[in-house]
């Protein structure tokens, strides 16, 4: 059973449609890459997954036990987020927000999970600094780890290595690949970076203000629409 259902769907800004015709399902241990151009309607579409936005038409339905409030979610940071005056400890710890009901403080069972959501992206030793100290990867595996905090199932990711340099965005992918494959989350990642995207997804979904291809990684390769992109030419 999919974690995530879209069936026929749309959704409008402003009583537009700017993204159509949404046909395409997640699964679990899915590692789906969401790409296209600038204005393509790839964060209305994050906007619709995270229940923020209601499709103008069609369906997005959750199934195999996933609540939209267990979707750890990772949003492209702005530049008061970088300079954020908190400890890693405590941006991490800021995940397990949705778990604390009507309790005013954190209990040992979300200090815990912190903490091992830190050893696991390899920044507990870290966890005293602060955040706005940090480099830009850096500060990428804390979010990644307070995104982790908010789940133990999906992982929405939109556009985490926006910024960074090819090192560093080649280690963060090896970490939400190491995600994907050994802690057993499901991955929902959009990247305007296309190239990096197809190497790590096992499921694409290309975008163009309607889905013009979902499949997998494979079945997309050696598609029309992804020989024309990866090959740098313009699809019409």
Partial sequence: MAYITCKNA??????????????????????LCIVGENGSGKSTLVKGL?????PARGAVEFGN?????????LPQQTDVQRDFPASVYEVVLSGCLNRLGRRPFYGAAEKKEALMRMEQLNILDMRRQCY????????QRVLLARALCATQKLLLLDEPVAGLDPIVTGELYQMISKINRELHVTIVMVSHDLEGAVGQASH?????????FFGTKDQYVHSPIGRAFLGGEEHV
């Fill in 204 to 212: 694409i979904l290309h975008l163009k203000n309607k889905q013009i």
């Fill in 132 to 139: 706005r100290e940090l480099s830009g990867g850096q500060q």
């Fill in 10 to 31: 749309a959704f409008a800004y402003e009583g537009k449609i700017v993204i159509d015709e949404l046909n395409f399902v997640v699964h679990a241990g899915d590692y």
């Fill in 65 to 73: 036990g996933l609540k939209s409030q267990e979707i750890g979610y």
């Fill in 50 to 54: 995270l229940r923020l936005k209601t």
